[in-house]
């Protein structure tokens, strides 16, 4: 098989294998996401039937009050519990991706000055200042790429912790919330 030949398959090889990376990071993330959601599902179904067995029981609207209001803050903690969960899986997914699109990057990069190496050994005299220029622009665009990275994962590392503090936030402000509420039913009581 000629030099050109072998060339193309490799190119295709690794192309279908970064292809399948891509579909399991995917299929991965798309299998747990619908694991959590039937999970939470299921644990929404339960919680419900025991919320509506316990208000049948209530004997007096002060007992209804406080039952809603610790209903309401179990509530409000599953679904910051879902959030971080489903934020979690993306932000792994993402990672995964990224890490890809880095290796591939990379990878280009590497081919371009090795191609052009090549090329300067078969090429006419006085062309070694153009190669330097294409070289240059490579590693400069690597440069780049590899800024553009680290900002984007700062940006996510950011968002991450603003995700974390908003749940965390909301969760307290409807605990802090009900707790007033049930103060003041038991001073109008």
Known sequence: ??????????????????AL?????????????????????????????????SLAAVKDAQEALALRQKQLEATVDHAGQYSR?????????QAELTKIAEEQSTAFNKQVVSGLDRFVKSAPAGTDVAVAAVKSTVQATAAAVDSLTK?????????????????????????????KTAASGNAAA
């Open 85 to 93: 969960q489903v934020y979690e899986i993306a932000s792994q997914a």
């Open 1 to 18: 098989m000629s030099q050109a030949q072998q060339q193309f398959v490799d190119f295709a090889t690794e192309n279908v294998e970064t």
């Open 151 to 179: 900002a984007a994962k700062q940006v996510a590392d950011f968002a991450d912790a603003s995700v974390k503090a908003a749940t965390t936030a909301t969760a307290d402000a409807v605990k802090t919330a009900a707790k």
């Open 21 to 53: 990376r891509f579909a399991r990071i995917y299929l991965d993330s798309a299998e747990r996401l619908s694991k959590l959601n039937l999970e939470t599902a299921k644990t929404s179904l339960e919680e419900g039937a025991k919320q509506v067995k």
